[in-house]
């Protein structure tokens, strides 16, 4: 049984920095590709970050620069350090393993 566990979300002001945590159990790990996505009230599901294998990274433009996702293949972990956060960032981030399974998702609310 695949499981994928965010946790890290909350509440923060426009500036600040989150760090946001899913560990995965039921997959093999280090062989899969880990993304992080968001959604907004209103809006669809967008991709944030992808780290495919390895040390690969791949940000969408509105958060290039500011946020980082990583990964500890040890602790079956996929990280995104978020810094220098904008109100637009609120959402729901979700973690997705192989664009297949999904984690439950963690508000993120920045306030202005």
């Known amino acids: 049984q695949v499981q994928l566990v965010e946790s890290g979300g909350g509440l923060v002001q426009a500036g600040g920095s989150l760090r946001l945590s899913c560990k995965a159990s039921g997959i093999v790990f280090s062989t899969s590709a880990m993304e992080w996505y968001r959604q907004a009230p209103g809006k669809q599901r967008e991709l944030v970050a992808s780290?495919?294998?390895?040390?690969?990274?791949i940000y969408s433009d509105p958060v290039k620069g500011r946020f980082t996702i990583s990964r500890d293949n040890a602790r079956n972990t996929v990280y995104l350090q978020m810094t220098s956060l904008k109100p637009e960032d609120t959402a729901v981030y979700y973690c997705?393993?192989?664009?297949?399974?999904w984690g439950q998702g963690t508000q993120v609310t920045v306030s202005s």
């Open positions: 780290i495919p294998v390895g040390s690969l990274t």
């Open positions: 997705c393993a192989n664009r297949r399974w």
